[in-house]
């Protein structure tokens, strides 16, 4: 079994030599263990946080381990009494790995009648319950208002900006990288307005996209995209500090955003939030985002990459924005 390992803790933006894929030996499970042959793996932002050995919600990688990250793969063997029969699709958290040996507890039966096993990974996983919590809960989307989403052709932003209009939004702008993703955005994802940052003058593009203001800004980028939205919101707006990918490769930390006491003006609130303290709220919405998949209301992308060797580049390409929709990596299913 091949597994990605962190080598070294990255200083700014990681670097092939950071990391080795390694070839490891597969134990046989033992009494309530099983074996898991990963079929996809999941690709995400929040890795490079976890680089660094720094305190955090999630704790750091080890170097010289198996990374670990969301996974979903098929059990081929499983020890006495474990709790998951052969041949069950489940989904786990021992990604970065081509075989995963897991106490049975550790891993989740997936309903695979309801979409394809990796959507548990993107749309019906933490992906779409975050767009969903950010619009709900941390900043609610109220009838007629207009919203704004950065990041917006990517896993998150791509199912936020759908939500958006399900709550009543009047007008949804979402900006993305390149004139493609700026097309796809409107055509394939339903957003009203689309602007590529890329273009640069983004709060020109920003104030010609929503002359009337911002009621909510989901923001998944910080930095410019943060500033630029702190100057077009409406009183009483709303903002869900989801992620600030610009900055998560900075050396040091970027200065706050220039138009920050905007906020004291316009009465606005700016709401942060980590998914894991939101999981209650996931019955709901996989409810809700089962019947939106099963009618058709909700369009779900995925970006795939071939093989664990092609693991670490899929997530340099997330980075740089190779991704419309949720990036993953299939593995073989036998
Ligand atoms: P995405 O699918 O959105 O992939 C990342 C995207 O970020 C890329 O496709 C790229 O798109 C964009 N990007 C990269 N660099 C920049 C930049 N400098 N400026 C603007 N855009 C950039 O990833 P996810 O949907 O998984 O995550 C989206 C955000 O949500 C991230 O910030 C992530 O950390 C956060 N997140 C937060 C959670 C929480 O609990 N708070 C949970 C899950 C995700 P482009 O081509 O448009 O540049």
């Not at 490891?24 to 690709?43: C, F, H, I």
């Not at 989403?149 to 759908?162: L, N, P, R």
């Not at 709220?281 to 909700?298: C, H, N, R």
């Amino acid at each position: 079994s091949r597994e990605w390992q962190l080598i070294a803790r990255p200083v700014g933006e990681p670097k092939d030599s950071d990391f080795r894929l390694v070839s490891t030996e597969v134990a046989d499970p033992g009494p309530g263990e099983v074996l898991v042959r990963n079929t996809w793996l999941s690709v995400d932002p929040y890795m490079r946080g976890r680089m660094d050995d720094v305190p955090s919600y999630i704790p750091p990688f080890q170097l010289n381990e198996a990374m670990t990250g969301g996974a979903v793969g098929v059990v081929v063997a499983a020890g006495d009494g474990a709790a998951v029969p052969v041949g069950t699709t489940v989904q786990h958290f021992e990604g970065w790995r081509e075989y995963a040996l897991l106490d049975g507890t550790k891993v989740q039966p997936l309903d695979v009648t309801l979409a394809p096993p990796q959507a548990y990974l993107g749309v019906l996983g933490v992906t779409g319950l975050t767009a969903y919590v950010g619009l709900t809960e941390i900043a609610p989307v109220k009838e007629g208002e207009v919203v704004f989403i950065s990041g917006a052709a990517g896993a998150v932003g791509s199912v936020a900006g759908q939500i958006a209009k399900k709550l009543g939004a009047a007008k949804v702008i979402g900006s993305a990288g390149g004139p493609e993703k700026a097309r796809r955005l409107k055509e394939d994802f339903g957003f009203d307005a689309a602007i590529d940052y890329r273009e640069g003058q983004l709060r020109a593009q920003l104030k010609q996209a929503a002359p009337e203001g911002i009621d909510v800004y989901f923001d998944n980028v910080g930095g410019d995209h943060l500033d630029a939205a702190l100057t077009r919101m409406n009183l009483f707006g709303r903002i869900a500090l989801c992620g600030a990918i610009s900055a998560y490769n900075e050396k040091e930390r970027p200065s706050g955003p220039a138009h920050l006491s905007n906020a004291i003006g316009k009465s606005l609130t700016l709401r942060g939030f980590t998914i894991g303290h939101h999981m209650k709220t996931f019955p709901e919405y996989i409810g809700k985002a089962a019947g939106w998949l099963a009618d058709g209301s909700l369009r779900a992308d995925e970006t795939v990459v071939d093989g664990i060797e092609n693991g670490l580049n899929a997530w340099f390409g997330l980075m740089s924005g190779a991704n419309t929709g949720k990036m993953l990596v299939r593995l073989p299913e036998a």
